[in-house]
C-alpha cells in the first residue's frame, strides 16, 4: 500500500491494525496448538529450554552434577587445540579440539559434509584435508557430525544411540558390554570420554599450566591430579560434558516467543510452526529442543564415505533386523547455521528436507522394502506456500542467533582456537 499526504495516518494505521490483528490470531492460534501437542496438559512450557546458568533446570547426569567450576573448565577444555597431542602424523600435533567439528558458528556442527579433525586445514566452510599427508593420517568422520547443542536432552550420543547407559539404552546389556560403557553413564559424558580416545588427544600437555591446575582443583575438590590418564581424561570429559550441557538455543525465536514475546516470530514463522506442531513433524521432534531419545528410518540415504557399517544405524548396534536403518532423531535449532543435512549429508538445504518429508518418498529404498519406515513418515501434503511457511520457521524461527555467547574470551594454554593449523591461524587472525 502507498499511502500519502492526509489520508496517511488512516490508511496505514488500518493497514498495520490488520496486519497486527492477523499476527496476534496467528499467535492464539498456535498457543491452542502447541498445548494440544505436549503432553499431559503441560502447556508451552513443555518445549521451553531453560537458561543456561539454570542449572538445577537442565537434564544432568547424577554421576556428574553441573556446577560453575565444571562448566568453566569444561568451555575451556572443549576449545583447547593443546589436547591434540597424539595425531597420526607428528606435523599436526596440537592443531585441533572438540570445537574444530563442534564450531558454535555453525550450530556447534562442522558445516561440512566430513567433519576433519587433526590433518585438516583451514576454518569454518574452508576447511579441507591436507594435501600433503596421506587420506590415512587424517581424522575423519564416515558419517554427518552430529550438533552438541541442546544435547542435554538426549541420553544417549551418536545416530545409533551407541554411548551411553541410560534411555534406551538402559536395559541394553549388548549395549552396555561397550568398553566406553563401562562407566555407567549418561550419552552427553560418555561421548567425550570416547572422543578424547578416539581424536587421540589428552592432557599430558596442559598438565603443568597452573591456571588449568586451579581449574581442575575448583571442580574436583574431592579429587585431586593424580597424573593417571584414564582418571584424568574422564575428569576432563565430566567437565565437557557439564559444558555441552549448558549450549543452549534458549534466545531463539521460537523460543521468546514461548516466554510471552508474541513479537519474537515473524507472521510467516507462526504460520510454519502451526503446521510443524499441528502436524506428524512434531510427533518425532518433541520436547524443549525439539528432539527425541528414539530411533526411526526416514530412509535418509548413507553418507558417501561411510566404509564402517554405520549405515544400518541403530540396528548395527542392537543386531536386531527391526531396528536396521533407524537412526536418533536429532535436535532441529540452528540447522540453518551449517549444511548439509541428514545422517548421509544427503540434504544441502533445510527447504530439501521439508520437500523429501512432504512427499515421504524414502531416498534408501532398502528401508521401504524392509517395511521398517517411520509410521509417522507420510505425505504431509503440503502446498507451496505452507512448505515456505515450514522452511521459514525451521531456518529462522529455530535459529538462536547468538551462540557465540559460548565461546571462551581465550584458552589457557595461549594457542588458536578452535583450530591451530597454520591455515585456521592465518583465517582467525591469531598470528
Known amino acids: 500500500m502507498t499511502c500519502i499526504i492526509n489520508i496517511w495516518d488512516f490508511n496505514c494505521g488500518i493497514a498495520y491494525a490488520l496486519k497486527s490483528e492477523s499476527t496476534e490470531v496467528l499467535s492464539q492460534e498456535l498457543k491452542q496448538i502447541i498445548k494440544?501437542?505436549?503432553?499431559?496438559?503441560?502447556?508451552?512450557?513443555?518445549?521451553?529450554?531453560?537458561?543456561?546458568?539454570?542449572?538445577?533446570?537442565?537434564?544432568?547426569?547424577?554421576?556428574?552434577?553441573?556446577?560453575?567450576?565444571?562448566?568453566?573448565?569444561?568451555?575451556?577444555?572443549?576449545?583447547?587445540?593443546?589436547?591434540?597431542?597424539?595425531?597420526i602424523n607428528k606435523k599436526h600435533w596440537q592443531q585441533s579440539s572438540c570445537a574444530t567439528c563442534h564450531l558454535?558458528?555453525?550450530?556447534?556442527?562442522p558445516n561440512l559434509a566430513q567433519g576433519l579433525g587433526t590433518g585438516g586445514l583451514g576454518w569454518n566452510k574452508q576447511r579441507h584435508r591436507d594435501p600433503e599427508v596421506s587420506p590415512t593420517e587424517i581424522d575423519k568422520q564416515d558419517v554427518l557430525v552430529p550438533s552438541v547443542l541442546n544435547g542435554a536432552y538426549q541420553e544417549v550420543k551418536m545416530w545409533d544411540g551407541r554411548l551411553g547407559v541410560a534411555g534406551a539404552n538402559a536395559k541394553e546389556e549388548l549395549i552396555k558390554s561397550n568398553d566406553v560403557n563401562r562407566y555407567q553413564l549418561h550419552g552427553l559424558e560418555t561421548q567425550p570420554i570416547d572422543g578424547l580416545a578416539f581424536h587421540k588427544m589428552g592432557l599430558a600437555a596442559i598438565a603443568q599450566i597452573p591456571e588449568y591446575q586451579k581449574l581442575f582443583a575448583q571442580a574436583f575438590p574431592d579429587r585431586p591430579y593424580v597424573g593417571v590418564q584414564e582418571e584424568d581424561n574422564k575428569r576432563a570429559a565430566l567437565a565437557i560434558a557439564a559444558y555441552e550441557r549448558t549450549l543452549l538455543a534458549n534466545q531463539a525465536p521460537l523460543q521468546k516467543w514461548l516466554k510471552g514475546d508474541e513479537k519474537a516470530m515473524s507472521a510467516q514463522e507462526i504460520k510454519g510452526a502451526k503446521i510443524f506442531f499441528s502436524s506428524t513433524c512434531v510427533q518425532c521432534h518433541t520436547g524443549p529442543a525439539l528432539s527425541g531419545k528414539d530411533f526411526r528410518a526416514v530412509g535418509f540415504a548413507d553418507h558417501p564415505n561411510d566404509f564402517s557399517g554405520l549405515n544400518l544405524g541403530r540396528g548395527a548396534v542392537t543386531k536386531r533386523p527391526e531396528d536396521d536403518f533407524k537412526f536418533k532423531v536429532p535436535q532441529l535449532y540452528n540447522l540453518a547455521d551449517s549444511s548439509p543435512y541428514g545422517h548421509g549429508a544427503s540434504f544441502q538445504t533445510i527447504r530439501e528436507i521439508v520437500e523429501y518429508l512432504n512427499k515421504a518418498e524414502p531416498q534408501k529404498l532398502e528401508a521401504k522394502y524392509a517395511g521398517i519406515l517411520s509410521p509417522w513418515f507420510k505425505p504431509l501434503h503440503l502446498n507451496p506456500e505452507q512448505v515456505n511457511d515450514l522452511t521459514a520457521?525451521?531456518?529462522?524461527?529455530l535459529r538462536d542467533?547468538?551462540?557465540?555467547?559460548?565461546?571462551?574470551?581465550?584458552?589457557?594454554?595461549?594457542?588458536?582456537f578452535p583450530n591451530n593449523d597454520p591455515e585456521s591461524r592465518k583465517q582467525l587472525g591469531c598470528n
Open 104 to 109: 558454535a558458528q555453525a550450530g556447534f556442527r
Open 401 to 416: 542467533p547468538n551462540l557465540t555467547r559460548y565461546l571462551p574470551k581465550h584458552i589457557p594454554s595461549g594457542l588458536c
Open 36 to 87: 494440544t501437542a505436549a503432553p499431559n496438559n503441560q502447556g508451552l512450557n513443555y518445549f521451553i529450554l531453560p537458561e543456561s546458568s539454570e542449572l538445577d533446570k537442565i537434564p544432568a547426569d547424577p554421576q556428574n552434577p553441573i556446577t560453575p567450576a565444571k562448566i568453566q573448565l569444561g568451555q575451556f577444555l572443549f576449545h583447547e587445540t593443546a589436547l591434540s597431542i597424539n595425531p
Open 393 to 397: 520457521f525451521l531456518e529462522t524461527g
